[in-house]
Structure formats: structure tokens, C-alpha cells
């Protein structure tokens, strides 16, 4: 699925926001309105993140020897990121990340950090932002997106769109990885 071919379903669920009062005051830009007392997100503003972010990964795998760090602390799409990160032939982390991990370990060897969800997250784009590692990071409309370099602003509260957003990220990178090794055959 390209970003130009999304479901009805997928777009239903990726606007569904939180509650009124839950929403953060920095969202409220992405949100159309309410209905029933849950936000609406904009769905040309995540069409557009999602475009753009992959625009930026395209670039960052096209380098070489660059490296996107999955990240997923939520036990119910574990295996979504784990498959999909393998399928890129990519790092990831689904659990036990210990304070310090991106400074002690990871930091020389990640160029970029998607996560699922920001808020479960937080920790980690908070350490990544201390050593200006970009973060590419699902926002529900109740997160702060603050230090997320890319925002993808949907609800992420659905497995489904775990697996379609992580799928989407993961053939971006393997399509321009599989690109760079047929020109690499010249």
C-alpha cells in the first residue's frame, strides 16, 4: 500500500483522535473538529506527514551504512515491528530499553528512530533528542510531538495501523536499499 492508495478503513481510524479534554493544545492545528466528544484529525495533514517522512527516510537509507532503529515498547504490535524491521534488515528494540541505551550503546551506530507510539515512548525520544538523533514517531492527538522530527499525527491506539504505518516505513527502506544494490551492480 503507497501513501496515495490508502483504505477508507485506514483513513477512519488513523483520524479518530482522544477525548476533548485530552487533546494536547499543540495538535489542535491537525484537529477538523470533534464528534461526540472524540477529535477528528485531519486527514490531508497525515497523508502529508506521512509523505514527507518518507521523503526523509528515502534520504537517510540512500547513504550508506545508515541505520533506522525500530522502536516498540507496546507488547501487542511487538512482532509488527520485529518483522518489519527484519524485513529491512534493520535494528529494533521491543522491549527492555534501558536509560542510557541510545548514549552507552546505540548512539554511533543510529541515523534515525521510528516509533510507534510517542507517548508509550517517551523516554526514548527524549534521549534521542538529547543527541539530535531525528525521531519519526506516531502522535496521537493526546501526545506531545514537541521533540519528533517527523510527526505522523494519527491514532495510535490500532494494530491494524501499526502494521500498515511500520509496512509502509519498512518498504521505503527496503525499496531504496534494493535500489542502491542494483546501482551498486554497474
Known sequence: MGINTFTKDFLYYASLGHKTES????????VLGYRKGISVLNIEKIKENLFVTNEFLKSVVSRKKSSILFANLNESSNNITKLCALRSIEPFIVKNWSSGSLTNVLSN????IFVLSVKNSYFIVQEADKLNIPV???????ANSNMVSFPLLLNDNSVNLDYIVTSLISNSVLEIKLLNFGLSLN
Do not use: E, R
Not at 519519526?136 to 493526546?142: A, E, R, T, Y
Open 136 to 142: 519519526v514517531g506516531l502522535v496521537d492527538s493526546d
Open 109 to 112: 551506530k543510529v541515523d534515525v
Open 23 to 30: 487533546v494536547d493544545p499543540k495538535i489542535y492545528s491537525n
